[in-house]
C-alpha cells in the first residue's frame, strides 16, 4: 500500500559535559621511622701527670745563654748566710737552692717553704706559695714573693756599681732586710719610681763603697711609712757591724 512516508527526525543536541568531581582529602602521613642507635663513645683521654712538688719544682734559666740549667733543691740547712758575716736560722723552710754562676739568671719554684739565693747578676727569682726566704748576690735583682709570708734579703753591702733591686708582691706578713743600706742616711724618694708597669716606693742611699743602692716596692708609697701599712727601722747586724734597713708590712 502506499501510503506517504514520515520524514525522520533532527538529531537532538549532545547533552552537557557533566562537572568534574571534587578532589579526594590527602591521605594521613605516614608514622615517622625509628631513630638509628648511637654511635659509640670514644674513649676517654689519659690523665695530664701530676705538677711537680719537693726538690724537683724548681727550674733555672740562664739569661745570657737562653739555656735550661739542670737544677735540683736540697734539704734546707736550717739557716741562711747573711750579708757582712753571721747567720740566721728559720723554722718553716723546707728546702734550699743558692744559684752557683755568674749570668744573670731566672730562678722560679712552683711549691713552697723555699730558700732561693741568686748570685751576683741581675737576676729573677719568683716565689711559689707557703714559706720562702728569697736573697740577692750583690747584684740589681727583681724579686717576686708567692702569696704566703716571704722574708726577702737584698745584699747591697759591697757592690762593684749601682744597684737597684725590685720586690714584688711584697704584702702584709711579708719583711725585707737590706743590708748595707744605712737607717741613718736612706733617702725616700718623694716620687714613686722605679721600672715601668713595676713602680713604687723607692729608697736610695750611698753606700760604704760610694755606689748608689736603690730598693722598690711596687704598689707602695712614702704615705705607707705613717700610715701603718709599712714600718722602717735599721741598725747594724754581725761581726763586721753591717747596716742595714729593715722593712715589715704590717
Known sequence: ?????????????????????TTGA???????????????????????????TGANAISVVDHVTGQSIPAT?????????????GSQGLSGVDWQYIYP???????????????????PGEDAIRAGGGRDVLATGGGSDFIN????RDSFVVDDTNPSAAVWSTINDFHFGDDLTVFGMNINTVQTDPNANGAPGFMGLTLHDTLANGQMGSITLPGF??????NG????????FGPNNTQFVHIVGT
Open 1 to 21: 500500500m502506499s501510503g506517504t512516508m514520515n520524514a525522520t527526525g533532527a538529531t537532538g543536541a549532545v547533552g552537557a559535559t557533566g562537572s568534574a568531581g
Open 26 to 52: 590527602v591521605g594521613a602521613t605516614g608514622a615517622v621511622g625509628a631513630t638509628g642507635s648511637a654511635g659509640t663513645t670514644g674513649a676517654v683521654g689519659a690523665t695530664g701527670s701530676a705538677g711537680t
Open 145 to 148: 714573693g708567692g702569696s704566703g
Open 73 to 85: 733543691g736540697s734539704p734546707f740547712a736550717g739557716s741562711i748566710p747573711l750579708p757582712g758575716g
Open 101 to 119: 754562676g755568674t749570668n744573670a739568671a731566672g730562678i722560679a719554684v712552683t711549691s713552697g717553704n723555699w730558700f732561693l739565693q741568686g748570685g
Open 221 to 226: 708609697s712614702t704615705a705607707d711609712l705613717s
Open 229 to 236: 701599712n709599712l714600718t722602717m727601722s735599721g741598725g747594724t
